[in-house]
């Protein structure tokens, strides 16, 4: 595509909710809805500290990364059965393809679930059969990331890995996530150097509270693929330099560094920056329920207060398809889906 057409403000929201766009940066449990949570603990006849959901959502008030993780670990705690995995899935999988996403890849921590007895296989089966019913039923292609807690050890991070191993053919990598500060990437430098050798995709949560030096360690001692967040790399104009040259995309979630006060205001937020230093950054929605929006409520608040235009919904649409884990061919075939888009919006 040569040029992107010039699109009044008024028309922005519409290209924004219209375009084709892949979401990287999602974890399942982040998008357990408290309707949900409340359905799935009657169904396990789970009691949970909140008499209704509006009283749930009132908790939804966080200072800071940790104080969100509390949360959203107790509300993971009403799944127990493979039916409970694949109906969170295909909420998330609905709610995505409304907004226009056709392919996502989809964070699952098993060891929230693993801790309280399910097993391994009730989560990953739960979840791949979401995934492999939502390419026939919304048109969505979707895979899933076992995300390592790093607030756990390293033997933790080596058991759940051999647990998992059985199900190689249904995760295409790992990730690491859980509370960043004073758990640098190194301590996972030999589990991430297994799973390279076993062929899986690595990324990892870095730089979303953590310093760039954690970005820098994730890339050089993890070998990672992309950065989850990685949004503190703008303190580094060399880290900066480094992932333009070497086109490590970087996972953004604005509305998640909102709520959790990476950042004081939408308006402040420095995707702009990161696109313009020539960064893959693409725009996602970490944990939609807990955050207040899904992928176009991201897209259109991010938009609307930092004033990018529409040559950046482009970039970024197709930032999100080069950072995907597809064929080339299908990278092909998503951007060509993508300037279909864009050439006939009048
Ligand atoms: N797990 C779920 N959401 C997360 C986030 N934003 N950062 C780190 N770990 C997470
Ligand atoms: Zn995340």
């Not at 493979?82 to 899935?89: G, K, L, Q, T, Y």
């Not at 226009?100 to 739960?126: C, K, L, W, Y």
């Not at 790992?174 to 960043?180: F, I, P």
Request: charged letters at 25%; proline letters at 5%; glycine letters at 6%.
């Amino acid at each position: 595509m040569r040029s992107i057409p010039n699109v009044p403000s008024d028309r922005l929201p519409e290209l924004l909710r219209r375009m084709p766009k892949a979401e990287l940066h999602v974890h399942i449990e982040g998008t357990l809805e408290p309707e949900l949570i409340f359905a799935l603990a009657r169904r396990n006849s789970v009691r949970l500290p909140y008499e209704d959901v509006e009283e749930l959502r009132r908790a939804y008030d966080f200072t800071n990364l940790q104080s969100f993780l509390d949360i959203y670990y107790a509300g993971a705690s009403v799944l127990f059965t493979e039916r409970d995995f694949e109906d969170m899935a295909r909420a998330y999988l609905e709610r995505a393809a409304a907004d226009n996403v056709v392919h996502a890849e989809i964070f699952f921590d098993p060891q929230t679930h693993t801790a309280r007895g399910v097993s391994m296989e009730t989560v990953i089966n739960g979840l791949h059969r979401a995934c492999c019913n939502a390419r026939d039923d919304q048109g969505v292609d979707a895979s899933l990331i076992l995300c390592f807690l790093r607030h756990l050890s390293e033997e933790q991070a080596f058991e759940t890995l051999e647990q998992a191993l059985p199900l190689r053919d249904k995760f295409i990598g790992v990730g690491l996530d859980s509370s960043e500060v004073g758990h640098p990437p190194e301590k996972f430098a030999r589990v991430f150097a297994r799973c390279r050798e076993l062929g899986l995709h690595l990324v990892a949560h870095a730089g979303e509270e953590g310093p760039p030096e954690y970005v820098w360690t994730a890339l050089d001692l993890l070998k990672v693929e992309r950065i989850d967040h990685g949004v503190q790399s703008a303190k580094d104009p060399a880290l900066l330099r480094r992932l333009a040259k070497d086109r490590i995309p970087l996972t953004v979630c604005p509305l998640s560094n909102l709520k959790l006060r990476v950042f004081p205001d939408l308006a402040t937020h420095n995707i702009g920056q990161l696109l313009h230093a020539g960064l893959v950054a693409t725009i996602n929605s970490d944990d939609p329920a807990y955050f207040g929006g899904y992928m176009n409520d991201n897209f259109l608040q991010t938009f609307a207060a930092t004033g990018l235009t529409a040559p950046q919904a482009f970039q970024l649409a197709v930032n999100s398809f080069e950072a995907s884990f597809v064929s080339s061919t299908t990278k092909r075939h998503y951007r060509e889906m993508l300037e279909g888009t864009f050439a006939s919006f009048v």
